[in-house]
């Protein structure tokens, strides 16, 4: 099983949006596990239909495997994760161990975290094999991404393991028609080029109607739908190819 980590520190930046769509994508040819580490539950209700029966928090407590709810399987986030950042350190340990134990049973995981630098986020990054963040195309949404870095290496320099392929900051909620938006993104690609993805996601009511409706841009009417469907699609494509996954 080969393990994706969403993650940044900034929320609003279209995180769960994006982890939603690569379960459904990846669960076309894979065995598919999507973990949902973020109290706020929004990636629990839009994947509600597959939920499994082990709630994410349980992860942490003892190594704990997800048995399969068909192709594609999610753990539940309930409030209670919010208890894992006042346990020992040895839950981050405990939590990479319960993905150990699955390495089996699914092809692929995608962690959905939360937007902060938790010991639920630590778990992720230790689980990792690759990192992806997304980021909006703004100011606030970029101050984080220096610690989430620092993160990474730390990390995996403490639990003495290899650093996760960074696979880049995915522009997201990208606003195609602001002037502002086009001008930082033309300074953050001279500035941060080498740690862009090579592909970005714009702003688009598809992706909204999406999570409402609990069901891919893909599978939903009209062109914009389409487009939405093209673009998203793409940038799951690749990254599967440099996660080099195999059906």
């Known amino acids: 099983m080969k393990t994706l980590a969403v993650m940044n520190e900034k929320g609003g930046v279209g995180k769960t949006s994006l982890t939603a769509h690569a379960g459904w994508y990846l669960a076309e040819r894979f065995r598919t596990l999507v973990i949902d580490l973020d109290q ?132 997201s909620i990208f606003d195609r028609k602001s002037r502002r938006e086009r001008a930082l993104f033309e300074s953050l690609a001279a500035d941060l080029g080498q740690l862009l993805f090579p592909g970005l996601l714009a702003k688009r009511d598809a992706y909204a109607r999406a999570a409402s409706d609990r069901a891919p841009v893909w599978a939903m009417p009209g062109s914009a739908a389409r487009e939405a469907a093209s673009e998203i699609r793409g940038v799951l494509a690749t990254v599967a190819e440099r996660m080099e996954l195999r059906p």
């Open 40 to 171: 706020q539950a929004n990636l629990t209700a839009t994947l509600g239909a597959h939920l499994g029966r082990v709630d994410s928090v349980d992860l942490f407590v003892r190594p704990t495997r997800v048995p399969e709810a068909g192709r594609l399987t999610v753990t539940r986030s309930t409030r209670d994760l919010l208890g894992v950042e006042g346990a020992e350190r040895a839950c981050i340990a405990t939590f990479r161990d319960s993905l150990a134990a699955m390495a089996t049973d699914y092809d692929v995981c995608v962690i959905d975290t939360p937007p902060a630098l938790t010991n639920r986020t630590f778990g992720a990054l230790l689980a990792a094999d690759a990192v992806l963040a997304p980021i909006g195309i703004n100011d606030y949404s970029l101050q984080g991404v220096a610690e989430l870095l620092r993160a990474i290496k730390g990390v995996a320099r403490h639990y003495d393991r290899p650093e996760p392929l960074f696979l880049g900051l995915l522009p």
